[in-house]
């Protein structure tokens, strides 16, 4: 299957991967809306949130709330929009919740690399 998400779990193609375990992939977009903005993924191939299974789904709710901490801790976030499309508006069409960062002040958008970079640093 010519899957683009299902390269980067066999990581065919490269990712910034944030985080990783059997059942998810978390990485940042390549295209961000913001600062910090990630996919997280189950590493199984569904489409999308009438085809997600319960556990998977309330293990995403959980890596969620980490990534959530880990933003606020490196990023400094002051907010977090969920985003998961379906159908038309879903481009990639393998499941994935969008982790969208807000701040209260204006940022510019830093290269990934340095994104990426403090999010890994401890
Ligand atoms: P959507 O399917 O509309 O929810 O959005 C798909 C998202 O995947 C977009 O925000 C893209 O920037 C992102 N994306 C596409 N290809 C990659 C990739 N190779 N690595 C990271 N993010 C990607
Ligand atoms: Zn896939």
Not at 5 to 23: A, G, L, Q
Request: with cysteine.
């Amino acid at each position: 299957m010519n899957c683009i998400f299902c390269k980067i779990v066999n990581n065919d193609i490269p990712s910034y991967t944030i985080y990783e375990d059997e059942i998810v992939k978390v990485f940042l977009d390549v295209n961000p809306d913001s600062n910090g903005h990630m996919l997280i993924i189950p590493r199984q191939h569904v489409l999308d949130i009438t085809e997600i299974e319960s556990d998977a789904w309330n293990h995403i709710l959980n890596i969620t709330k980490n990534m959530k901490s880990l933003l606020e801790e490196k990023l400094k976030i002051d907010g977090l929009t969920l985003i998961q499309n379906n159908g038309m508006v879903q481009e990639v069409k393998h499941f994935h919740l969008h982790l969208k960062p807000y701040y209260k002040e204006r940022q510019n958008l830093l290269p990934i690399e340095d994104i990426y970079n403090k999010l890994k640093e401890h």
